[in-house]
């Protein structure tokens, strides 16, 4: 009952905050009411604007820091949950800081980011950052997979399909997986998936049974620190000559760690070493540059990891 009512109860809180531009209340009656219908972006402008119209509103801070939360920016929500008494707050201040520590980008943060993102991503991405990814994937898996076609392939991180694009004229079945339920409408436009689901794909991977000959994962784990879920879930979801292809953004030395841009960087010591434990052998890393950033290369690496026969 109450999501019939969702449209009609938009429709009548933006309307009363229209009328009266200058009520702190009802800007947080409407920003509250697109949070609901999952409008988060313009949700969080509009609780912004209630607090601009009265600073010392408790009640729109805390739906801000609430909203900030969702969208999975644990420093904007500490910020708002700041200047309110920390009792009244205090599970939502100990989640921020969860997430803060946590050795993944939040979910949350990575929909908001796509879904904003979605309408020009091919143009911002291509034009402006020089992104090759898909096309580095491809002539690594010309090299390690040399002859072979009629794959089943899963692309983890699709986005709007540009790495499928690269690939759909080796599959025999093609599916994608994106956050971004925006970014999965752009990539259906394209006519070439079999499939397309709105997950995470770390979730993906530990869901579904169907075995892959190739799963690609094109500047997607930047946004993962730790990959061990997504390497033992890839291991399960492969078939046993299969290959798992992938880019990371490098870290020099070991381990994983958090970047200044909020993307992880991943060492070529711990990509080898989480390999080996989950099964499988290095067919093929290269250094790459799969983006620019600041008209800067990124240094980043391309992988290759086959199963064996």
């Not at 009952?1 to 009363?16: C, G, I, Q, V």
């Not at 531009?21 to 972006?41: D, H, I, Q, V, W």
């Not at 969860?98 to 908001?112: E, F, I, L, Q």
Request: glycine share 8%.
């Amino acid at each position: 009952m109450a999501n019939a009512r969702l449209p009609h109860d938009l429709e009548s809180a933006r309307e009363a905050a229209s009328l009266r531009p200058n009520s702190a209340p009802l800007a947080l009656a409407y920003g509250e009411a697109l949070l609901s219908a999952g409008r988060l972006p313009e949700a969080i402008a509009e609780l912004q604007r209630a607090l601009r119209l009265d600073y010392t509103f408790a009640d729109a801070r805390s739906a801000l820091g609430c909203a900030w939360l969702e969208a999975g920016e644990p420093d904007k929500a500490l910020e708002a949950f700041s200047h309110l008494e920390e009792e009244d707050v205090a599970p939502k201040i100990a989640e921020a800081r969860a997430m803060k520590a946590a050795p993944r980008s939040d979910a949350g943060y990575v929909r908001h980011l796509f879904d904003q993102f979605s309408a020009d991503y091919d143009t911002r991405m291509i034009g402006q950052l020089t992104y090759r990814a898909p096309q580095i994937l491809r002539e690594l898996a010309d090299l390690v997979m040399a002859g072979r076609d009629g794959l089943s392939i899963l692309d983890l991180g699709c986005g709007t399909g540009l790495s499928g694009a690269a690939f759909a004229d080796l599959a025999c079945r093609l599916d994608g997986v994106d956050l971004s339920p925006a970014m999965i409408e752009k990539a259906r436009a394209r006519n070439i998936y079999d499939t397309l689901s709105v997950a995470d794909i770390e979730a993906h991977l530990a869901s579904g049974d169907t075995r892959y000959d190739l799963i690609l994962v094109a500047d997607t784990l930047v946004y993962l620190g730790d990959l061990e879920t997504v390497f033992s879930g890839a291991a399960r979801r492969i078939q046993s000559d299969g290959v798992f292809l992938f880019t990371v953004e490098r870290k020099e030395g070991e381990g994983f760690e958090l970047g200044p841009k909020r993307r992880w960087r991943h060492s070529e010591s711990y990509l080898r070493d989480l390999a080996a434990r989950n099964g499988f052998d290095v067919a093929g890393l290269v250094a790459c540059a799969p983006r620019r950033e600041a008209n800067l290369p990124v240094d980043g690496l391309a992988v290759a990891l086959s199963r064996g026969v």
